[in-house]
């Protein structure tokens, strides 16, 4: 955990100048295993101090990799001299809103380091554990990461906070080959928020979870291609999740809708299904915490949640203050940087369609002929949300059973056309921390959502 060696530095915040000085470090480790042997074990660190000045409605910004009071005091000198460098070059000018209040968010959590020797341990023990109950496979890969930012603000005219956001996941693979030798694999992520020693410690809890993605592969290598065509299906928490953040959740960024998005002219009108409601929640989720909590954001605006979709209909976006003023909307602490020399931008925290009242037998049973899509292995969409996402795990659905494993496809179509086909929600949410949302700078971002059944474009060989 960093220490406070900013605070002094706020005297030097000049009055009717909006000025933000963010200390910032960011943690990374990883290690990977392949086939038993140990061929990556990395470590490393990156601190420093930024400071973004607004003065006479231009923005200056500098950073420098040094996390001390001396550093602090650069930073702010620097960037007040590049927004007044600015201001005699441009006739733009910025006036943020007035602050949506002021004071001191508390830490609210932690940030602990494992010993590099105990991950290779539980690394080592995992793959072993694998490769001795399942000798079958042809490949076995175990990554285990953690990227984690520790980050203090403190504000001329917002709240100040000191915000951490741990994080750990060990991703496992396996693969093998059907009869014909094409190549098959699965894979899962476990982790979420917090370290290693919130989820770790104990490697047989796994082993549930390595039995499952054993079980899935082995129904995959028997597996066939989906009928292509326009088709029900039913959408996994995971599948809905990448939909919700990829061709949803970056067409209501305010700074993406400013550039032409397609929920620009469709604020105020249907969108989706009157069953889909979508919130990008801050810090809590159903009375507990949210998987990626964010109490306050880079700017010192003190986060809450984002209603984006309500019954179907779009009523908002994800703002900073600039955005919000331009849009009459509230900022909710939608600003991040990923590191301490990246500006804040518009970013997705736990963004999730709400849960509705069925289950998933019920929408397994409700459907003839289609499928239900467990998994997608990656995934693009644009600003007009059409969206193409590949589906690494599904099942046909036969007279409301499940039949044969799916071999690798994809799925295509529009995401405001396709939302408005869904027709039941399921009462569970699926939650996933691993996100790394890479628009212009990398940003943690956890994402999930319930099960939905809805039409869908789906390929086929």
């Not at 030798?181 to 047989?204: C, K, R």
């Not at 996402?389 to 071999?407: D, H, P, Q, S």
Request: glycine letters at 12%.
């Amino acid at each position: 955990m960093i220490q406070d060696v900013l605070g002094s530095k706020c005297a030097l915040f000049s009055d009717g100048v909006q000025t933000i000085l963010r200390g910032q470090e960011n943690r990374m480790r990883r290690v990977v295993f392949l086939k038993g042997n140990l061929v990556q074990n990395v470590r490393s660190e990156e601190r420093g101090v930024s400071a973004r000045v607004n003065r006479n409605g231009m923005f200056g910004f500098a950073s420098v990799a040094e996390y001390t009071p001396e550093a602090a005091e650069k930073v702010i000198r620097a960037a007040t001299d590049n927004a007044l460098f600015l201001g005699r070059h441009s006739t733009d000018r910025i006036v943020l809103p007035p602050s949506c209040g002021t004071g001191t968010i508390p830490l609210t959590g932690q940030i602990n380091d494992a010993e590099q020797k105990r991950i290779i341990d539980l690394c080592r023990r995992i793959d072993d554990h694998i490769a001795e109950k399942y000798p079958d496979l042809s490949s076995r890969v175990v990554v285990y990461t953690e990227d984690s930012m520790d980050k203090i603000i403190y504000t001329s005219d917002a709240f100040n906070g000191h915000a951490v956001y741990p994080r750990a996941h060990m991703m496992i693979q396996m693969s093998t080959e059907t009869a014909d030798g094409t190549p098959v694999e699965m894979m899962d992520v476990l982790g979420g928020y917090g370290g290693f020693e919130d989820h770790f410690t104990e490697p047989e809890k796994l082993f549930p979870v390595i039995d499952k993605i054993y079980e899935r592969l082995m129904d995959k290598k028997e597996g066939v291609y989906a009928d292509a065509g326009y088709k029900t299906v039913v959408l996994g928490g995971m599948m809905g999740g990448m939909l919700a953040h990829e061709a949803v959740g970056h067409t209501v960024e305010a700074d993406l809708v400013r550039g032409g998005s397609v929920a620009g002219p469709n604020l105020g009108k249907q969108v989706a299904s009157e069953l889909v409601t979508m919130v990008d929640f801050a810090h809590t989720y159903n009375g507990a915490m949210a998987p990626l909590p964010v109490y306050i954001d880079d700017e010192g605006t003190k986060a809450e949640d984002a209603m984006l979709i309500r019954d179907g209909i779009l009523v908002g976006y994800m703002n900073d203050r600039e955005s919000a003023a331009e849009y009459g909307m509230k900022a909710a602490g939608n600003s991040r940087g990923w590191a301490f020399s990246d500006e804040p931008l518009i970013r997705m925290r736990n963004t999730c369609i709400l849960p509705g009242r069925n289950t998933l037998e019920e929408l397994i049973s409700s459907v003839d002929d289609g499928y239900y899509l467990i998994q997608s292995g990656n995934g693009q969409a644009d600003l007009t949300g059409e969206f193409m996402f590949g589906v690494t795990c599904g099942y046909e659905i036969k007279n409301g059973k499940l039949g044969r494993a799916l071999l690798d496809t994809t799925v295509t179509g529009v995401a405001f056309d396709m939302l408005k086909t869904v027709d039941m929600v399921s009462s569970e949410v699926q939650w996933s921390t691993s996100g790394t949302c890479g628009k212009k700078q990398a940003m943690a971002v956890s994402m999930g959502g319930p099960l939905m059944r809805c039409k869908i474009m789906i390929g086929g060989r």
